[in-house]
């Protein structure tokens, strides 16, 4: 069997998380599994029995600010930092393969090395997906609002995109790999194989690519206190890369329905704390599985990780995407009956409020969950791995 080196990325959880799920269905695959990943993502790695050497990682609140303010989030320093730290990495273990979740520069270590490289993400950053961006919250929307900036996208995405990137295409140029201007599907899925991490059939794909989706990788993100159950309640996850604003909104807007609320705050929990009344329950940590199986509604960013962590119990989702992956993710969510979504932006008092009512108040909704939760429960995730990694492992 192949000696696996698998790469994560702090700029958020789910980028630690998945590649974690990831190498532990390497290992029931027979594969020997070393992990590398940052100091910031260490202490995730308690549920991982793998041995791990540490790398140079960007921190998650200055990868989304930068997002925000529309530059570089992987500026060219760092890029050089994590691939020094990528070729030791590669030197000392001598993988067979490189599996990477985000990490642009692993691409560029493993094209130095000459060892195949395999791109964990979501299919509907997939080249071959449908390929239409979607709405950030950054300054130039805070400026001219989501509905004149989506129509603009066309013409605009490509130039904001090459910007955003220039510091990933430029040490791709300076080691003899081809930039990739300002196609961020390219940049996503660069290696030799793609691992997609969602149901077959959540995104319109060739059969030959939709072979890649292994599925949702599942994860229980939020492990600590037990929601509560004396009562039905809307379970509120903000998410590491969630803002504690859109928290408030929603449970202003819940105050007129007959609605409980918990609100799962994280890291935001200072920020939050004050939340906390008759009907709603405030929590730095909640057992994120038992919470989405007990709930009436998962009210989430809009993020592939909370979204199937809701379906595969079979409870609804409503989404609130503020970045381009959530949004992206929302579309495709929306169009499975099973989730409504609001982007951030145009989530006015009025809207959100009209929004949630309508939302828990559809029983389509429901059914439509319980329709993904049987579709997840049948996915043979290790053995579609094993098919994706045909003639790389």
Not at 286 to 307: H, K, T, W, Y
Request: charged share 20%; aromatic share 4%.
């Amino acid at each position: 069997m192949a000696k696996v080196l698998v790469f994560a990325d702090t700029v958020s959880v789910a980028h630690v998380v998945r590649p974690m799920r990831v190498a532990t269905m390497l290992q029931a695959l027979g594969h020997e599994v070393v992990f590398a990943l940052p100091e910031a993502g260490r202490a995730l790695l308690r549920t991982l029995d793998v041995p791990s050497v540490p790398v140079y990682g960007m921190a998650l609140d200055r990868f989304h600010r930068a997002l925000r303010l529309l530059v570089p989030p992987f500026d060219r320093v760092g890029l050089d930092l994590c691939l020094a730290d990528d070729l030791r990495a590669i030197d000392r273990v001598r993988p067979d393969a490189v599996v990477r979740d985000m990490r642009p520069s692993v691409v560029v270590a493993a094209h130095l090395r000459q060892v195949p490289c395999v791109t964990l993400l979501n299919a509907y950053w997939s080249p071959h997906s449908p390929r239409r961006l979607e709405v950030s919250d950054n300054v130039l929307t805070r400026i001219f609002g989501h509905d004149l900036t989506r129509a603009s996208l066309s013409h605009t995405g490509a130039p904001t995109m090459r910007h955003v990137l220039a510091p990933v295409n430029a040490q791709r140029a300076a080691h003899g790999l081809v930039p990739h201007g300002g196609d961020v599907f390219a940049v996503f899925a660069a290696g030799d194989r793609t691992v997609l991490l969602d149901h077959p059939g959540f995104v319109p794909l060739a059969a030959d690519v939709a072979g890649q989706c292994i599925g949702p990788v599942l994860w229980n993100a939020d492990e600590g206190d037990a929601p509560p159950t004396e009562r039905p309640f809307v379970y509120v996850p903000v998410g590491s890369s969630g803002a504690p604003s859109l928290a408030r909104a929603v449970v202003r807007a819940l105050a007129a329905s007959d609605a409980n609320v918990l609100v799962a705050a994280g890291r935001h929990y200072d920020k939050l704390a004050d939340l906390a009344g008759p009907r709603v329950v405030a929590a730095r940590t909640v057992d994120g599985e038992a919470a989405c199986g007990a709930a009436r509604l998962v009210i989430s960013n809009g993020g592939s990780p909370q979204l199937w962590q809701a379906l595969e119990v079979g409870t609804p989702v409503f989404g609130l995407p503020s970045n381009i992956d959530q949004a992206l993710n929302s579309r495709y969510a929306d169009r499975t009956g099973a989730a409504r979504s609001l982007h951030a932006l145009r989530a006015t008092p009025r809207r959100l409020r009209e929004a949630l009512d309508a939302a828990l108040a559809d029983r389509g909704l429901c059914e439509a969950a319980q329709a993904q939760a049987g579709r997840v429960a049948a996915l043979d995730q290790p053995e579609r791995l094993r098919l994706a990694l045909h003639g790389i492992l």
